[in-house]
């Protein structure tokens, strides 16, 4: 008080402050006095250190040091006040007022880079979940070129708060700016394309990547490793990765898993495939999955020629390749074809057995095939789908298809038809006999009935309605029904005569 009335005895009333402070050590009114009365004499820095200096000792203060500090900030600027105003604003639970006055001290003066940083470092260790902060230090890093520590801050902020993502992606873009070739920051951004669920940017970002660090192929599948089934695209892209650094098994596993649930790539595997082979034309997996791509495309040359360079390269699985070039011959139109491979192939195999089973295994495939292409719930569909699952001898399935068509369907021809087929495969020949009456014998009708005749052991009736047909194809089976019914007849007559001797 003394000072402020009699300004000329100020330099007298601080020596005595600081003799009184010597006695009573680390006395905050005693500091802060000598503080106030510095400032008065304008010896800013040592004014300066003993406020903030009362502050720390006593947080009561400082709705005495701020008013202080603030006047002289608008008067006397300095790096050294605005840091200090800082470190005042923190005591006083203004954290962002505080960041603010730290970045200030450290852009106008790189001396207090360190202590800022410092500063900002308590504030995020003290509050986890504080943004700004983070968000301040990070522009610290920045504005020095430590993007390395720049980056990881940003990190957190991401970490701390998801909803942050559009500035953590700019800053990250920044540091890009500053640096392009900063291969820490495109990992992490294209780790939040992938949080977002933005594929195809993430991708982008990659291969840009790549473009400037080819080396980073394996921290990138790293990266991707936990995530590329979330996309097609990915599961493409960490396949030709593994492409390039050498890996071709893991590529075409990785291919072949993606092709099966999203065939529309199926020109780009193809493509990349076609790489593989023209490297190592040894690589048999890489054959196989060209040939079952080219039969989903129905291009059965290409698709045959596949299967053959596999059979040579992997002869153990032969029997199983020649059935596959079977079936391409056959849909391709060339039967004759087909039972020269399935000959050769029974004549051939060692076990017969396991031919039958790979041709029965194959039969399933291609009949599964077909019942996921009749969808929907007409009544066409559902005798389609009967109709497949009498081929492969699926009669209950058959039977809950029609159980559910209309009463107009079940008296159309077809039904009744297909009707007859199922009780005849469920062993009542009769009752499928009685189901045809309804139609009359022609050639659509003729062999069924034919076949009904035949389970009943009626052979002349047989043979009787493959004639109404006059086609020369079925003569074979007419004479067969002639014979069987003349052994018939001869077994009859000799019961009779033992009889009556």
Known sequence: MTARIVPARA???LDELKALSAKSIANPRVIFAMGAIEINLKKYPEGIKH?????ELDNNLVSRVLPLLERLNTQMPSPLLSFNLGRVYYLAGLKSSAI???????EKEPSFREPAISEMKKICNEEPQDIEAR???AQIYLNYNNLEDALYTTEEVFQVDKNEIPWVKGFVMQILSKN??????????GRLFIYEENFVNAIEVFKKLLDIAPQEAPNIIETLKSDYERSPELTYFIGVLYKEIGDVNRTIALFKKLFDTKPDFADNIINQIKEITLKNEKIAPAYLLLGEIYTFKKDYEHAIESFKKAEKLIPQRR????LKQGQLYFEKGEVNKTLEIYTHLLQEAKDRNVVYKTIGKLRDEYFNKKLKEI??????THLLRANVYLLMDRVRDAEKEIQVLSEDTMKKRDYIILKSRILLKKNQPIDALETLRKLPVDKDTAILYADIYEALGSYSAAAGVLKSLGDDSVIPRIERYERLAQERRLGRGRYFIEGRI
Do not use: R, W
Request: hydrophobic share 35%; glycine share 8%.
């Open 11 to 13: 330099e007298y009333v």
């Open 51 to 55: 406020l903030v200096q009362s502050c």
């Open 100 to 106: 603010k006055f730290f970045i200030d001290a450290q």
């Open 135 to 137: 968000k301040g230090l």
């Open 180 to 189: 392009p070739g900063h291969i820490p920051s495109y990992h992490f951004l």
């Open 319 to 322: 029997e199983e390749i020649l």
């Open 375 to 380: 969808p929907g719930e007409s009544d066409d």
